[in-house]
Nanobody
Framework: QVQLVESGGGSVQAGGSLRLSCAAS???????????MGWFRQAPGKEREGVAA???????NYADSVKGRFTISQGSANNTLYLQMNSLKPEDTAIYYC???????????????????WGQGNAVTVSS
């Protein structure tokens, strides 16, 4: 049984940083996987938006809105996912979800693929 559990959210002032973690049990993104893992978010009253993705070979993709500010990475055992968020803006305020089984090479943005698994979400609030 696959479980994804996020942690690390919270409140921060604009310009600050947060790091989200996602502990995956029952799931490992292997080097030759045809899938990716990633993060998406949903702000109040808005549609879900893909934020960042990492493929099994370590390549990454980001939404234009976070490029240069957010970094997605994996732990050494490939069953922990991180999202380092720097230079946070009030518009980054949202519930952030860790997800798995997105298609290899997915470029995050307004189009959300059919993730096979996702976590319960973790709130991030950025105040101005």
């Amino acid at each position: 049984q696959v479980q994804l559990v996020e942690s690390g959210g919270g409140s921060v002032q604009a310009g600050g940083s947060l790091r989200l973690s996602c502990a995956a049990s029952g799931y490992t993104l292997s080097t030759y996987s045809i899938y990716c893992m990633g993060w998406f978010r949903q702000a109040p009253g808005k549609e879900r938006e893909g934020v960042a993705a990492i493929n099994g070979d370590g390549s990454t993709n980001y939404a234009d809105s976070v490029k240069g500010r957010f970094t997605i990475s994996q732990g050494s055992a490939n069953n922990t996912l991180y999202l380092q968020m720097n230079s946070l803006k009030p518009e980054d305020t949202a519930i952030y979800y860790c997800a798995a089984d997105c298609p290899f090479g997915w470029v995050p943005g307004p189009n959300i693929p059919d993730f096979g698994y996702w976590g319960q979400g973790n709130a991030v609030t950025v105040s101005s």
